[in-house]
C-alpha cells in the first residue's frame, strides 16, 4: 500500500517539550497538507507545500509551529514549547497539482499534551 | 466564523433505507465541494466531489446534489449498509486559494440492521 504515512501515530508529551511528526505522501503527488482536528470539529488547516515551496500558512499557525518540505517529498510538522491547547489529532493529506484533485489523507498522529 | 456547516451531529438510518446528510456554507468564493468518511483511529477517506458548473454528481451508491443559490449540498446513500456507519465531512474549496479545504464539523451517521 503506497497511501500517506505518518510517524508517529501517537505522542504524549509534557508541557513546554517539542515534538516532531513526519509524513510520507503518495510518491506521484507533488502537494502536501497539514491540518489539526480536535474532538468534534472537523480538520482545520494549518498549511500547504507545492514541491518544496510553503505556498500557505494559516493563521492558527503560531510562531511555535513550523513545517519543512526539504527535498519535496516527506514533510515535517514541529511544534515547540507545546502547550495542552495543542492536544489534537495532525492530519497529513497530499494530492496531485490543481485544485480539482482530491486529497489523500494519512492516519493522523495524535498529540497529547500533558 | 465557520463557513460551512454540517447542523445535525448525528444521523441514525435503518439498513437499506435512504441516507441524507446536509452541509451549507456561507462562502461564494467556494466552487468544489467534497465529502469525506472517516472511521475511527483511520484519516478521511475521500468519497465524492461536485464542481459549481454541476448540481449533481453520482457514483454508485452515493450522489451528491449542489444547490447554488441556497448555499448548500447534501450527500444521498442509496440504500444504506452498516458499513457506511461513520463520520461524514462535507469540505469546500475557495477558487482562489490553493486547494486548501474548509471543512464541516462532521455528521456521524449510524445505520441500524
Known amino acids: 500500500d503506497t497511501g500517506v504515512s505518518q510517524d508517529p501515530r501517537h505522542k504524549i508529551t509534557k508541557r513546554g517539550q517539542n515534538v516532531t511528526f513526519r509524513c510520507d505522501p503518495i510518491?506521484?503527488?507533488?502537494?502536501l497538507y497539514w491540518y489539526r482536528q480536535t474532538l468534534g470539529q472537523g480538520p482545520e488547516f494549518l498549511t500547504y507545500?507545492?514541491?518544496?515551496?510553503?505556498?500557505?500558512k494559516s493563521r492558527l499557525l503560531s510562531d511555535r509551529f513550523s513545517a519543512e518540505r526539504p527535498k519535496g517529498s516527506f514533510s515535517t510538522l514541529e511544534i515547540q514549547r507545546t502547550e495542552q491547547g495543542d492536544s489534537a489529532m495532525y492530519l497529513c493529506?497530499?494530492?496531485?497539482?490543481?485544485?480539482?484533485?482530491?486529497?489523500?489523507f494519512g492516519p493522523g498522529t495524535r498529540l497529547t499534551v500533558l | 466564523d465557520q463557513q460551512v456547516k454540517q447542523n445535525s451531529p448525528s444521523l441514525s438510518v435503518q439498513e437499506g433505507r435512504i441516507s441524507i446528510l446536509n452541509c451549507d456554507y456561507t462562502?461564494?468564493?467556494?466552487?468544489?465541494f467534497l465529502w469525506y468518511k472517516k472511521y475511527p483511529a483511520e484519516g478521511p477517506t475521500f468519497l465524492i466531489s461536485?464542481?459549481?458548473?454541476?448540481d449533481k454528481n453520482e457514483d454508485g451508491r452515493f450522489t451528491v446534489f449542489l444547490n447554488k443559490s441556497a448555499k448548500h449540498l447534501s450527500l444521498h446513500i442509496v440504500p444504506s449498509q452498516p458499513g457506511d456507519s461513520a463520520v461524514y465531512f462535507c469540505?469546500?474549496?475557495?477558487?482562489?486559494?490553493?486547494?486548501?479545504?474548509?471543512f464541516g464539523q462532521g455528521t456521524e451517521l449510524s445505520v441500524k440492521p
Open positions: 493529506a497530499s494530492s496531485r497539482s490543481g485544485r480539482l484533485n482530491e486529497q489523500f
Open positions: 461536485i464542481s459549481s458548473i454541476k
Open positions: 510518491s506521484e503527488h507533488n502537494r
Open positions: 462562502n461564494s468564493m467556494f466552487d468544489y
Open positions: 507545500f507545492q514541491n518544496e515551496a510553503q505556498l500557505e
Open positions: 469540505a469546500a474549496s475557495p477558487d482562489n486559494q490553493g486547494g486548501k479545504l474548509i
